[in-house]
């Protein structure tokens, strides 16, 4: 695609439930990110894909955190028994390749857990 | 701790004034400081990348300049026009790790 994509837009969940969060990376980019963006916050790392591996996982913030990616492409993060906390944007980017930590950015995922 | 700070907070000015937006950071060892513009709803999108030897770079009428020795950098925004409101991030990141650090923001108003 043009750009990175992010799906769902908005997301309300009720507390203790699991997410899904999808994010489509630009074609050909080998390295995606997923950050967290809390109100009044600022952008918070939690994971990076180079490939289909993650060679850092220590920014997720609990083990109720995980993600994947597939094919070198589609990553899914998945948010297992949310908590209000976790309400935040989710925010994922790619790039040509490591080492630039995300040029591009998609819109984003809002998710509110009640 | 790797932190970037970013003054002011918030800003409004008049349409077709200057304005300077400052990032202070201590992350270390420094691989390159990049601005973002970040519409509300939206990602953030690349302004300006600057490796260390890079001490100024601009992009239309933006431009940013980065001090490696005192750790300081600066976006300057001129001419600005409505579509500059935005907030805009100060993101620095280490060699050798993917972890980008990231300021709170600049959120810039400007006003007809």
């Known amino acids: 695609g043009a750009g990175v994509s992010q799906s769902p837009s908005n997301k309300v969940t009720e507390k203790g439930k699991d997410v899904e969060l999808r994010c489509d990376p630009i074609?050909?980019?080998?390295?995606l990110y997923w950050y967290r963006q809390s109100l009044g916050q600022g952008l918070e790392f939690l994971i990076y894909?180079?490939?289909?591996?993650?060679?850092?996982k220590s920014g997720l913030p609990s083990d109720r955190f995980s993600a994947e990616r597939t094919g070198g492409s589609v990553s899914t993060l998945t948010i297992q028994r949310t908590q209000q906390e976790d309400s935040a944007v989710y925010l994922c980017?790619?790039?040509?390749?490591?080492?630039?930590?995300?040029?591009?950015f998609g819109q984003g995922t809002r998710l509110t857990v009640v | 701790k790797n932190q970037v700070e970013q003054s002011p907070q918030s800003l409004i000015i008049l349409e077709g004034k200057n304005c300077t937006l400052q990032c202070n950071y201590t992350v270390s060892p420094f691989s390159n400081l990049r601005w973002y513009k970040q519409d509300t709803g939206r990602g953030p999108v690349s302004l300006t990348i600057?490796?260390?030897?890079?001490n100024t770079k601009s992009n239309g009428r933006y431009t940013a300049t980065l001090d490696a020795d005192t750790k300081q950098s600066s976006l300057h925004i001129t001419a600005s026009q409505l579509s500059d409101s935005a907030s805009y991030i100060c993101?620095?990141?280490?060699?050798?790790?993917?972890?980008?650090?990231f300021g709170t923001g600049t959120r810039l108003t400007i006003i007809p």
């Open positions: 980017a790619s790039s040509l390749e490591a080492g630039f930590g995300g040029a591009f």
């Open positions: 074609s050909g980019h080998t390295a």
């Open positions: 993101v620095v990141s280490a060699r050798g790790n993917e972890k980008l650090t």
């Open positions: 600057m490796t260390f030897s890079e």
């Open positions: 894909f180079q490939g289909n591996s993650a060679p850092d």
